[in-house]
């Protein structure tokens, strides 16, 4: 069953569904527009270099004037490699998963035309803008003080957790029988499960009224 799900799973997802796994399921796109601010490294268009496109000469003619136009001659390299098919050139996108691919074509691109790599490149917004890049600010310590906490919680957790796991079912077929001695007798189903790495004696013991006795 577990061999055909994940087949099943595996070929549906990579195989059919594809993009829109990125799209429309994966909780990344969520946490980037939350969670990212100006300061966050992402992969980023430098479009004062890159504008404005276009192939041929580095100086174009537009309508009596003359153009200096920027390194990106428009070759849709970028768009082309993309797994889910957006445009990096305008702007951060949630359907971007950073996979970089973008970054690889344009800089094979930008060695043959014999222009520096790095046009689409990881960065920030405030460095493209020309500010300072701040690596320590609030939002970063913030995020740090919570996987801290978190990691902390769950070692803890691990650490002090209890190897064994006890469940009392009681028998559905009947709620109680009189047995001939007066007695009122009740069934359940006792469950031990010792989920340590060594065997173990654990020993039962019940409270109760006066004259309760297992």
């Known amino acids: 069953f577990w061999v055909g799900f994940f087949t099943v799973a595996t070929y549906g997802n990579a195989g059919f569904m594809r993009e829109q796994v990125c799209l429309y399921m994966c909780p990344y796109a969520r ?7 100006r300061d966050t490294l ?43 098919g957006i445009d990096i050139r305008d702007g951060l996108q949630y359907e971007c998963i950073t996979c970089a691919a973008c970054v690889d074509a344009c800089d094979d691109v930008m060695d043959h035309i014999g222009k520096p790599p790095g046009l689409i490149r990881y960065t920030t917004e405030n460095a493209l803008e020309g500010f300072k890049t701040r690596i320590l600010r609030p939002r970063l310590i913030g995020y740090g003080a919570i996987l801290i906490i978190m990691g902390s919680l769950f070692m803890g957790t691990l650490y002090s957790r ?47 009224p006066d004259g309760l006795r297992m």
């Open 42 to 84: 992402i992969v980023s268009y430098d479009e004062q270099r890159g504008e404005p496109r276009g192939r041929g000469a580095k100086k174009r003619q537009q309508e009596d004037t003359v153009v200096e136009k920027g390194d990106c001659i428009d070759c849709g390299m970028c768009v082309q490699v993309c797994p889910t």
């Open 162 to 208: 209890v190897p064994l796991q006890v469940d009392v079912i009681r028998d559905r077929n009947q709620l109680y029988r009189t047995a001939s001695s007066g007695e009122v007798e009740n069934i359940y189903r006792l469950e031990i499960q010792n989920k340590g790495q060594h065997s173990h004696r654990y020993v039962l013991t019940m409270k109760g």
């Open 31 to 37: 946490f980037q527009s939350v969670m990212f601010d």
